[in-house]
């Protein structure tokens, strides 16, 4: 089963306007992280925001905000008054914090979503 | 600008060949992290060293292989490449590495190519 799944390929806003980008994660450790990073046509890896499993307020990182509904397994990004910057391919990430002997501090990756802005 | 370096940007060399990627942490950070994206995989962690012993393995084939030395910075080799090894490899730091809410910061990745 995927553990990070995106179920938006691509998605379009206009300028000034907010978007969703959703993100469901599967996982059966009690402490994971939840990230999201941007990936313009350049290729970098940016950071964005991060929610931990036991916060108890929604992450917040300027125009950046999670929604993160613990319940329903969804960590979904907003992006409020969206910029052309701001076009790119977004990532979910999890990371679980349990340690078998594996690999589980690495991060897992949804498959993206690609977010154009149009002006 | 997360801090982290990788070298060279671009590569591009043919099959059989091996190769080295370069990649120096942020500041302060002890642990290293290597993934490939590709197309069809899309991003894949592939290995993990914390002060310079390797913590975690994830999908890396046995022709590479990887270490971390005394002043943080790693190498990722690759080795009797193939074309199907063309992707882009990035290159994460963060602080320890051994909690979940350690944040990676990526470098800006070296764009493999075998022709």
């Known amino acids: 089963a995927q553990k990070i799944t995106q179920t938006q390929p691509g998605m379009f806003v206009q300028e000034k306007e907010a978007v969703t980008l959703d993100c469901t994660y599967d996982?059966?450790?009690?402490?994971?992280?939840l990230f999201w990073y941007k990936q313009p046509s350049s290729g970098e890896m940016i950071f964005l925001i991060y929610?931990?499993?036991?916060?108890?307020q929604n992450a917040t990182e300027g125009r950046y905000s999670l929604n993160f509904q613990k319940a329903r397994k969804s960590a979904n990004l907003v992006i409020s008054a969206s910029q052309l910057g701001d076009s790119a391919m977004y990532f979910c990430?999890?990371?679980?914090?349990?340690?078998?002997?594996?690999?589980?501090?690495?991060?897992?990756f949804g498959k993206g979503t690609l977010l154009t802005v149009n002006p | 600008d997360s801090g982290v370096t990788q070298t060279p940007k671009h590569l591009i060399t043919a099959t059989g060949q091996r190769v080295t990627l370069r990649c120096s942490p942020r500041?302060?950070?002890?642990?290293v992290y290597w993934y490939q994206q590709s197309l069809d995989q899309g991003l894949q962690f592939l290995i993990q060293?914390?002060?310079?012993?390797?913590?975690a393995k994830g999908n890396i084939l046995e022709r590479f292989s990887a270490q971390q030395f005394p002043d943080l910075h790693s190498e990722l080799n690759l080795s009797s490449l193939e074309l199907g090894d063309s992707a882009l490899y990035f290159c994460?730091?963060?602080?320890?590495?051994?909690?979940?809410?350690?944040?990676?910061?990526f470098g800006p990745g070296t764009r493999l190519t075998v022709l």
């Open positions: 994460a730091s963060s602080v320890d590495g051994t909690r979940g809410t350690d944040t990676q910061y």
């Open positions: 996982t059966s450790d009690p402490s994971y992280g």
């Open positions: 929610q931990g499993s036991y916060d108890q």
């Open positions: 990430a999890m990371r679980e914090d349990s340690y078998s002997g594996g690999s589980n501090y690495k991060l897992t």
């Open positions: 500041s302060g950070d002890l642990s």
């Open positions: 060293y914390y002060n310079g012993e390797e913590r």
